[in-house]
């Protein structure tokens, strides 16, 4: 079987991540390491809320919708020697960036030679537009970088943070597309979280986190919201359980 070692599914070269302690290290550049005040006020408010918070947006038409990605799939930051099937589209990336091309943080490192921010990665992809569940959310909040992640049967996030430093750029949502009850499991600080469908929720992606898939078309979107005061009041106000 040569899916997982050099080619996708459908005979394309796989485009493999770097290796992650090749990726230069943030913490290198002091200066980006000390947060402003703005970072403060927003991640106070952000440790206010806990780490995983469904929001109130209505998701209706995956199923319709997803049709439309066919021909966008692609594998998600293969690694060499690990079996992992996790498929990606583009969202919202780089400046003329297509559905098809690579979303994982250590793919553009390869690319770039550096992890490039979140926030920068702001430009649309045709997928945007396809995706009419999201039409709402989308207008809502500024985002970076965000793509659809399909986890199918085996397909996992091992532990990891996506961030650790105050002076993150961006903010996680993830919202979950279809029915995947039952066969898709997070955990988020070693505890199981709970997923409604068709739901977007707040998740603190500063904490240890690790999701996996017992079946295919496990749907997400990842979207990285751009962290200022304006996008945490606007949080605040699609949480789902108000006071
Ligand atoms: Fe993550």
Same mark, same amino acid.
């Given at each position: 079987m040569s899916f997982g070692r050099d080619t996708d599914k459908r005979g394309n070269k796989l485009f493999h991540a770097v290796q992650e302690n090749n990726v230069k290290p943030v913490y290198q550049d002091m200066e #980006?390491? @000390?947060p402003t005040l703005e970072d403060m006020q927003c991640e106070a408010q952000l440790s206010a809320l806990g !780490?995983?918070? *469904?929001? +109130?947006?209505? @998701?209706s038409g995956w199923d319709e919708d997803v049709k439309k990605l066919e021909d966008w799939w !692609? *594998? $998600?930051? *293969? /690694? /060499?020697?690990i079996l992992n099937d996790r498929e990606s589209v583009l969202v919202i990336g780089p400046e003329g960036c297509k559905p098809s091309d690579p979303c994982g943080l250590a793919q553009l490192a390869k690319i770039y030679g550096f992890k490039p921010n979140e926030d920068t990665m702001s430009f649309a992809t045709e997928a945007k537009d396809a995706i009419?569940?999201?039409?709402?959310? $989308? /207008? #809502?909040?500024?985002?970076?970088? +965000? $793509?659809?992640i399909r986890l199918n049967s085996g397909g996992h996030y091992p532990p990891h943070r996506d961030h650790i430093l105050l002076t993150r750029p961006t903010f996680?949502?993830?919202a979950f597309l279809g029915d995947s009850t039952g066969q898709l499991r997070w955990e988020v600080?070693? /505890?199981l979280v709970h997923v409604e469908p068709n739901h977007v929720y707040y998740v603190d992606t500063r904490k240890t986190h690790r999701l996996w898939s017992a079946g295919s078309n496990s749907d997400m979107v990842v979207f990285n919201v751009v962290k200022n005061w304006t996008n945490v009041m606007k949080l605040m106000t699609m949480l789902k359980y108000q006071g």
């Open positions: #980006y390491t @000390i !780490v995983w918070e *469904p929001l +109130s947006f209505h @998701i !692609v *594998p $998600f930051q *293969p /690694k /060499k020697g009419l569940c999201l039409s709402e959310v $989308f /207008k #809502y909040f500024d985002f970076g970088r +965000s $793509f659809v996680r949502l993830i600080e070693d /505890k």
